[in-house]
């Protein structure tokens, strides 16, 4: 049966009805909604698929990866017995992309199974593939590090309030040196905006396994310490507890080279050492950096065979 033949010029009008007409040239047309960066949409993340895939990466990658390079050890787990089954806001420094899946791995029961990462919308969300690989592997939502938007802000306060604790870094990015920059608000705010807890989180050790600019991992020991949860005093913004948080991280790893006790005497007579390291010049922070290692004696080396 042969099929009707559309009188001539109709074929043009359907078409024209089945595709966006075009923009005259006077007038701007409307830009395409970003699907990156801090745009981006997680939401199926945490839906119950991703999530079984993401535990079973941990499992399978993270924890041997993570005891072949790092062996971590864990302080002051002790410290959040006080805590109940509530979210919280996990801040540590920062000083290697190992800093996150060690921390996936020794964040301990409620929190890890329910725990989300803010991470840089501008490094791990630029562009769909990889925005896909940081969604399903780390559970993080993108953050604009820079600054604290709406959008992010919102996005990290909803699923607090949802029941899903953060890991966070308040530095805003790994140490370029070594040493720990200013610690920023965004945790701050959003454990004044939520009601949660922060938990200050020291970790040592990673900047040698795979610092800022080099590609492959070498092994060291690492040690995780978990600080006393803070909670908002009436009144208190963003940047007074932000101050706060970075003093409390400090003391931990204050602690963590010398003793509780002694690092608890500095704390109170206000002596703890910055994170940041020396007021000096480049060759003085780094000949401070280095004799530190040099007295450490937690680093390790691959197993003789």
Same mark, same amino acid.
């Given at each position: 049966?042969?099929?009707?033949?559309?009188?001539?010029?109709?074929?043009?009008?359907?078409?024209?009805?089945?595709?966006?007409?075009?923009?005259? %040239?006077?007038?701007?047309?409307?830009?395409?909604?970003?699907?990156?960066?801090?745009?981006?949409?997680?939401?199926?993340?945490?839906?119950?698929?991703?999530?079984?895939?993401?535990?079973?990466?941990?499992?399978?990658?993270? @924890?041997?990866?993570?005891?072949?390079?790092?062996?971590?050890?864990?302080?002051?787990?002790?410290?959040?017995?006080?805590?109940?089954?509530?979210?919280?806001?996990?801040?540590?420094?920062?000083?290697?992309?190992?800093?996150?899946?060690?921390?996936?791995?020794? %964040?301990?029961?409620?929190?890890?199974?329910?725990?989300?990462?803010?991470?840089?919308?501008?490094?791990?969300?630029?562009?769909?593939?990889? &925005?896909?690989?940081? &969604?399903?592997?780390?559970?993080? %939502?993108?953050?604009?590090?820079?600054?604290?938007?709406?959008?992010?802000?919102?996005? &990290? &306060?909803?699923?607090?309030?949802?029941?899903?604790?953060?890991?966070?870094?308040?530095?805003?990015?790994?140490?370029?040196?070594?040493?720990?920059?200013?610690?920023?608000?965004?945790?701050?705010?959003?454990? %004044?905006?939520?009601?949660?807890?922060?938990?200050?989180?020291?970790?040592?050790?990673?900047?040698?396994?795979?610092?800022?600019?080099?590609?492959?991992?070498?092994?060291?020991?690492?040690?995780?310490?978990?600080?006393?949860?803070?909670?908002?005093?009436?009144?208190?913004?963003?940047?007074?507890?932000?101050?706060?948080?970075?003093?409390?991280?400090?003391?931990?790893?204050? @602690?963590?080279?010398?003793?509780?006790?002694?690092?608890?005497?500095?704390?109170?007579?206000?002596?703890?050492?910055?994170?940041?390291?020396?007021?000096?010049?480049?060759?003085?922070?780094?000949?401070?950096?280095?004799?530190?290692?040099?007295?450490?004696?937690?680093?390790?080396?691959?197993?003789?065979?």
């Amino acid at each position: 049966m042969r099929r009707p033949r559309l009188p001539r010029g109709a074929a043009r009008q359907v078409q024209f009805l089945l595709r966006t007409p075009p923009v005259p %040239i006077s007038v701007e047309p409307s830009p395409k909604p970003a699907t990156t960066g801090v745009h981006y949409d997680t939401t199926w993340a945490r839906r119950g698929p991703a999530r079984l895939v993401r535990r079973a990466l941990h499992e399978a990658v993270f @924890e041997p990866v993570i005891t072949v390079f790092a062996r971590p050890e864990t302080q002051g787990l002790d410290r959040l017995g006080s805590l109940a089954d509530e979210p919280v806001v996990f801040a540590a420094n920062h000083h290697s992309h190992a800093d996150t899946p060690l921390l996936l791995r020794t %964040i301990p029961e409620p929190w890890r199974h329910r725990l989300f990462v803010g991470a840089a919308a501008d490094y791990f969300f630029p562009n769909r593939l990889t &925005a896909a690989a940081s &969604a399903l592997a780390l559970n993080a %939502i993108p953050i604009e590090r820079t600054k604290v938007t709406r959008r992010s802000a919102l996005d &990290a &306060a909803a699923l607090i309030d949802d029941g899903w604790s953060m890991l966070i870094y308040p530095e805003g990015g790994r140490s370029p040196d070594g040493w720990a920059q200013p610690f920023r608000g965004g945790a701050a705010y959003l454990a %004044i905006r939520c009601g949660v807890p922060v938990v200050p989180i020291h970790v040592e050790g990673t900047r040698h396994i795979l610092p800022k600019g080099r590609n492959y991992p070498v092994p060291h020991k690492v040690v995780v310490t978990f600080g006393e949860p803070l909670r908002a005093l009436a009144d208190e913004d963003s940047r007074t507890m932000a101050a706060r948080i970075e003093a409390a991280v400090a003391t931990l790893a204050d @602690e963590q080279s010398s003793d509780w006790w002694s690092a608890r005497q500095r704390f109170h007579a206000q002596r703890t050492p910055a994170l940041g390291g020396p007021e000096a010049a480049g060759w003085r922070r780094a000949w401070q950096l280095s004799a530190s290692d040099r007295s450490d004696s937690t680093r390790r080396r691959w197993p003789q065979v």
